[in-house]
């Protein structure tokens, strides 16, 4: 099975109190098809500027990524700089310059429309809706968001919201989102703008599945994240979940109740190893034994018999 | 078996997003005897004053906890005055009264000298040690402690922490007791204290066991919290949580491996129910068929297969 994935390719200026890196690739496209490709293949699409070049397709051509829709347009690419230096779950952002991003008209290539499931990534809502309405025939959509679309573009955000199977934010997205501190009732609310699974991300404290508004226990899964020693960088360790998630959701025949419980801890692995290193570093040199290795240290953590 | 327990049997005048309470019966000794009631027979020492009457003493009677520790002063109860109004995690003080607690000087009676369990609930560390030095053998120790003592009172806090096996503590506080933002690395710091055993409670995100510090994940043991639709009053959670933990630890014969994880979901189940309603009310009217529904929907939160 395939996923198509649309997002940012992007360079991160990033300081973290483990040290400071300038210019590593990234973007959520990037982050997830990394994790996802560990599980099924991947597609991307994207735009990329003239910095992109043969040693940064390298990492998408390494793990079997299709990068036909990665357009290369005149300038740079999407740049985003940040620091997290007093709170590692949260981070700052010094800059953010769109580049080729702001006039980005998103293209499916033919060789990706029997995609069965797609990802859309963090970007704007409106590129987020064009894509999905170009691939009518996915059979399940999961997307991100992030706080500045909930609270500046909330329209164009609801109308992809309608469209989407499932949601991967954070607890403070949902709150915002779902408009309510609790966060039980903020994903019942969440849930009524159309999702109909819910993954709720609480950073080093694992992540929530939220699955029928109606009864509030019975649809209710938590996975843990693993306590790390060293948090080197936390990130892209968002959409490294999503990767797991919905690369293993993929490679599933059904979508059980198993299938998602699995999903979940494998979304948690991918995220607990994106941060054990800057940037994709520590993605672009793992092995599928380590994720089964590190999702039976996660099954052990919680198993209660 | 039996648990004595030290610490304070207290009025607390509490607000929270669901509304206000004035002077209703709390104090972490209160919420640790009436949680681990469920499981095993306790024993309190405390000091109460005079507006400690008849209907108090029959919270505790009608769980069959032994009052008998409890002195009776001259003058008031100790009294605490707090709000949760911006965040449910965490609780504003607005007033402390010692009163009767100011000059406690606890006494232990001889009906009380054959318990094998000790907890040291959250008081000055200097009544917890003088606690702890007249029952030199108990088979297990276990205490809490706050920012405050933490901070003010290191030197007598590390006294205690000496003849601890058990120390459960927040999340803010095993930072800075520990010395590390870091929560694993903390936990070692911590351990090397002197307690075997950490719990590091998360609040509506559930709780960590820490156990050993040289192998950092075949100790670790993660216990969900259950995602509350409401949050009436969270006063008194994390007492009822050691009350669950240490109270089943307590009704068994050893302590192994799968013991103490049953005893961080009973911890959980316990902090869970505690939140429902103002101070005490909810676990007052609990049954133990209502725990082990509990304890099954948590199992059922995070299990894998």
Redesign the interface.
Known sequence: MAITVVGSVAYDSIET?AGRRDRCLGGAATYFSLAASFFCDVRVIAVVGEDFGPEQEQVFKARNIDTRGIEHAAGKSFFWEGSYLEN?NEARTHNTELNVFATFEPKIPAAYSDSQFLFLANIDPVLQRRVREQMPDVKLVAGDTMNYWINDHRPALLEVLKGLDMLLINDTEARVLGDN?????A?QNVMSLGPRFLVIK?G???A?LFHGAKD???H?????A??????VDPTGAGDSFAGGFFGYIASQVELTP?VL??AM?YGSVMGSYACECFGTERLVQLSRAQIDERFN?F???????
């Not at 501190?181 to 009732?185: R, Y």
């Not at 099954?299 to 018999?305: A, G, K, N, Q, S």
């Open positions: 109190p590692l501190k609790n966060l039980v009732k994903a609480h080093e404290y694992g929530t509030k226990h019975s209710t899964f938590r996975a843990p693993l306590p790390l020693e060293e948090v198993g419980r699995r801890f240290q099954r052990e953590l919680t198993h209660l018999d």
